[in-house]
């Protein structure tokens, strides 16, 4: 499989936050690699940005090591490594004072792109946005990306939209949600608008439930202070899986373009239905004798009431989901990493055979971590000879396997940095986007918040709470094993 690089246009990159584990992590290792394949130009350039004071040969030092450990074709490839050291700078800026703004603006070219990239507490984030627009670097060729959490309720999502449309357009508003620059993610687009199989099936008639799962295996290891402000459904169910659930359920847009996208996606978060308390289930790991940190031992409050775990039941008030649920969940310290969508089908009308034991149906899985790809599960005659019988049989395709090599599969983050020096907001949250789902997120958390309920423990390493079992049983349905 050849991939397909255009390189994209000369940049500078301003990354706000650049000494910080997701700058290390993600940015920088992502920058790196669209260097490798010649995606990024050679008169590109990245300028870090923190509050550390620091020279820029030691900021390179800082970016060689974390390259090294957190690049993949960084060990095998020193030559480019040292060439795309070349392109660093370093610059201390004080955000919320009035330190190192001229160096920063004598550094940018004004016939070039530039993306400033905000990598750091949102709190900053008005503070960036000002001093940027007062120091004459917000021009038309700006973008300015920000990362979530894009608020913690409605008011401060709009605070936030406020400040940042003070000194930028809509239009060059980058709001990330990485969960859209996943491989999987997009190809759901793909599979649901470029084939003719899926539409004429993909509504209630025919789709009994489906399921969406973003199960994670890790706990709240070193991010206790901020998950405990957050908690699932602020930290994971508002955007990550808010964004599938849109993405299966949107409407087929006029146009694979950023508005047309956005739009189908809004009318998707304005036509939820109020989640009612019993349709939802809050979580919260403790300790077994095989993994021995709780929640609270992270969250280092004994008494938090924080959920890990979030399962609900969604119901999408439009004509073509009416009677189809959506049910998510969600989890830290669950038994796998292990992210799908379940689209699970209707059974037949009128069944000739005999009855099948622990028969499941018909199901599209959408797999969108580890083993990326497809399955779908669906009903043969078991060989042989004794009669009729039925079993179940899945058809696999992963991206790995069918696409040789995977293609060029590339971190979330290489993408979307990409997509903002592009100037292609597809894949980005619009401002509208994001208010319409705190809207619908935020009476759920006020009422838990009024609540003395405590949430349901679960043990680590486990599936999640019983009741987030019940939630399906108590309909018939259950939840696909998690991993
Ligand atoms: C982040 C959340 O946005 O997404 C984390 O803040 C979570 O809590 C992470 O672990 C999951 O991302 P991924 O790409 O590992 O599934």
């Not at 490798?36 to 820029?56: T, Y």
């Not at 009994?208 to 709240?220: A, K, P, R, Y």
């Not at 849109?246 to 239905?273: F, G, H, Q, W």
């Amino acid at each position: 499989m050849v991939s397909r690089v255009i390189p994209v246009a000369p940049f500078d990159l301003v990354v706000f936050g650049a000494t910080g584990d997701l700058a290390r992590r993600k940015i920088i290792p992502g920058l790196f690699h669209r260097f490798v394949v010649g995606q990024m130009p050679k008169d590109a350039r990245l300028i870090g940005v923190a509050r550390r004071e620091m020279q820029s040969s030691e900021f390179r030092d800082f970016i060689r090591d974390s390259l090294l450990e957190f690049a993949l074709r960084a060990p095998d490839d020193k030559e480019q490594l040292d060439a795309f050291l070349d392109v660093v700078t370093y610059v201390c800026v004080d955000a919320a004072g009035d330190t190192g703004w001229t160096e920063l603006q004598a550094k940018l070219r004004d016939d070039a792109v530039r993306a400033f990239y905000l990598s750091v507490a949102p709190a900053l984030f008005g503070e960036i946005a000002d001093r940027l627009s007062a120091y004459g670097m917000a021009t038309p060729l700006s973008r300015i990306v920000v990362e979530k959490p894009f608020g913690k309720d409605l008011e401060t999502a709009q605070a936030l939209n406020q400040t940042l449309r003070r000194n930028f357009a809509e239009e060059q508003i980058y709001r990330i949600d990485h969960y859209l620059g996943k491989e999987t993610v997009q190809n759901l687009m793909a599979l649901r608008f470029a084939n003719s199989l899926w539409e004429p099936l993909w509504n209630a008639t025919h789709i009994d439930h489906v399921q969406i799962t973003v199960s994670e295996s890790l706990g709240v290891e070193g991010r206790g202070e901020y998950y405990d402000q957050s908690g699932a459904m602020r930290d994971m169910v508002q955007n990550h899986l808010m964004q599938l659930l849109c993405l299966t359920a949107m409407e087929p847009p006029s146009d694979y373009n950023p508005d047309a996208v956005r739009n189908e996606k809004v009318k998707v978060i304005s036509a939820l239905k109020p989640a009612l308390p019993e349709d939802i289930v809050r979580g919260q790991y403790r300790e077994t004798p095989g993994n021995k940190d709780s929640y609270r031992d992270h969250a280092k409050d004994p008494h938090s009431r924080t959920e890990s775990f979030v399962a609900m039941k969604v119901n999408v008030g439009n004509w073509r989901w009416s009677g189809t649920p959506f049910y998510l969940r969600t989890g830290k310290k669950l038994r796998a990493r292990s992210s799908e969508i379940a689209v699970v089908f209707r059974d037949p009308p009128h069944m000739i055979f005999p009855k099948m034991e622990g028969r499941r149906g018909n199901a599209l899985i959408i797999r969108l971590q580890p083993d990326e790809g497809i399955t779908l599960r669906t009903t043969i005659k078991e060989p042989g000879p004794g009669g009729l019988r039925l079993a179940e049989v899945t058809l696999d395709m992963t991206f790995a396997d069918a696409l040789a090599g995977g293609g060029d599969t590339q971190d979330a983050y290489e993408r979307l940095i990409m997509d903002v020096i592009r100037g292609d907001q597809t894949l980005f949250m619009r401002g509208d986007e994001v208010e319409a789902a705190w809207n619908w997120v935020d009476p759920i958390n006020a009422a838990w918040e009024a609540s003395s309920r405590e949430p349901e423990k679960y043990d680590a390493g486990g599936s999640g709470p019983e009741d987030a079992l019940m939630l399906l049983h108590r309909e018939g349905r259950r939840w696909r094993e998690i991993g």
